[in-house]
Structure formats: structure tokens, C-alpha cells
């Protein structure tokens, strides 16, 4: 299997700038995790979906933040205006469940918003 | 919301050193103690776990103890080495299926 994907890699916007982050999960998992990581709050959980369905947003930080799942294979998080507190790293990870599954985790995207 | 707090936040230790992690949970309720390792560039991956029921757990050179009275559990690395530099966390399952966090450990293993 080809992991979780994300893309891109490396996003670099200017402030007030849409951003849209994507991930493909792994073939068969049903539970999938955006997660940001910063050295100064470090690995935080934003949003958690179960079969395409969101569960658990309460760590979307403003409304600026909204993420979809459209089918099972796919997932966006966009960021909508970006500011630079945003500058982060956003993992995607995907799962079979939820709790006692290993998460799978993606390469990240790195974000810069200056 | 319920906290995992994890030490020390960054760890410089010797080849062939046991380096220890430590975490600390809150909530009694708490039943799933996994540790993930995470190198510079990469995504966390699950190292080690372990279920309450069980005081400790190795797998190769590394082990959790666990302490469920005083709510407390610990990474240990046998025999380390320069590659296992990466920072690790660890994390707790709550009442909510959802994984609790730690804030990492830096660790470095000295040549």
C-alpha cells in the first residue's frame, strides 16, 4: 500500500490567501485525523471523521478552518483567510478505527503563510 | 480537556544508554498507552503499546512500564543508538475513543 498522501508537501501563501490541504487515506480505512503540529503547541488534533462523517471538530481552531470528506478515499482542510499563526505542519492520518488502531500518518504539509 | 504531561521535553543521552520517557494521565478511564516515534521530515508511527492490564511490555529494545496506580507510564530504550534519535510521544485513549497527546521528547543519542 502507498501510505497516507498528502499534497503538497510544502505550501508557501501570502496572508488572506486560500489554502486547501489534501489527503488520500489508506485503501480500507474508515477513520481519518487532521492533525497540526507546531514547536510551541505541538502535536494537536483539528478535526476527526468516521466513514466520511465528521465526529469530533472541537479542535478546529476558528471558523476559518473547515474540513470535508467527500467520499472515503479523499479529505480536504482548507484555510480560509490564512494568517501567518497558521504557518504549521498538518498531518493526515488514517486508521481502521477509532482508540486501539494505529494511526497511519501522512508526510505532512509543510505550511508557510507570510 | 483532559491532559497527558509527558517529560522531559528533550533527553541527550549517550550510545548504549537507557533513556526514559515518562507520561502522566489524569482520568482513571483512561485503557490504551500507545508511544509513537517521529524523525525530522516524517509523520508520527506507532512504536510500543500497552492495555492497562499488563505492568509492562517490550518489544526489541524498548519497553513500557506501566504503573496504574499512580497513573503514570514510561518508555525505556535499551542499548540505544544514534538512529533512534527522533522525538517520540506519547499518548492515552479517553472515554471517547480519542487519543490524548503528550507534548514529545526530544531525544538525542550521542555516538
Known amino acids: 500500500d502507498a501510505g497516507v498522501i498528502q499534497s503538497p508537501r510544502h505550501e508557501v501563501t501570502e496572508m488572506g490567501q486560500e489554502v486547501t490541504l489534501r489527503c488520500k487515506p489508506i485503501?480500507?480505512?474508515?477513520?481519518l485525523f487532521w492533525y497540526r503540529q507546531t514547536m510551541m503547541r505541538g502535536l494537536e488534533l483539528l478535526i476527526y471523521f468516521n466513514n466520511n462523517v465528521p465526529i469530533d471538530d472541537s479542535g478546529m481552531p476558528e471558523d476559518r478552518f473547515s474540513a470535508k470528506m467527500p467520499n472515503a478515499s479523499f479529505s480536504t482542510l482548507k484555510i480560509q483567510p490564512s494568517e501567518p499563526r497558521d504557518s504549521a505542519v498538518y498531518f493526515c492520518?488514517?486508521?481502521?478505527?477509532?482508540?486501539?488502531?494505529?494511526?497511519?500518518f501522512g508526510p505532512g504539509t509543510r505550511l508557510t503563510v507570510t | 480537556q483532559q491532559q497527558v504531561k509527558q517529560s522531559p521535553q528533550s533527553l541527550i543521552v549517550q550510545k548504549g544508554g537507557i533513556p526514559i520517557i515518562n507520561c502522566a494521565y489524569e482520568n482513571t478511564a483512561f485503557d490504551y498507552f500507545p508511544w509513537y516515534q517521529q524523525f525530522p521530515g516524517k509523520g508520527p508511527a506507532l512504536l510500543i503499546a500497552i492495555r492497562p492490564d499488563v505492568s509492562e511490555k517490550k518489544e526489541g529494545r524498548f519497553t513500557i512500564s506501566f504503573n496504574k496506580s499512580a497513573k503514570q507510564f514510561s518508555l525505556h530504550i535499551m542499548d540505544s543508538q544514534p538512529g533512534d534519535s527522533a522525538t517520540y510521544f506519547c499518548?492515552?485513549?479517553?472515554?471517547?475513543?480519542?487519543?490524548?497527546w503528550g507534548a514529545g521528547t526530544k531525544l538525542i543519542i550521542k555516538p
Open positions: 492520518a488514517s486508521s481502521l478505527g477509532g482508540g486501539f488502531y494505529e494511526q497511519y
Open positions: 485503501s480500507g480505512h474508515n477513520s
Open positions: 499518548a492515552s485513549r479517553d472515554s471517547n475513543y480519542q487519543l490524548i
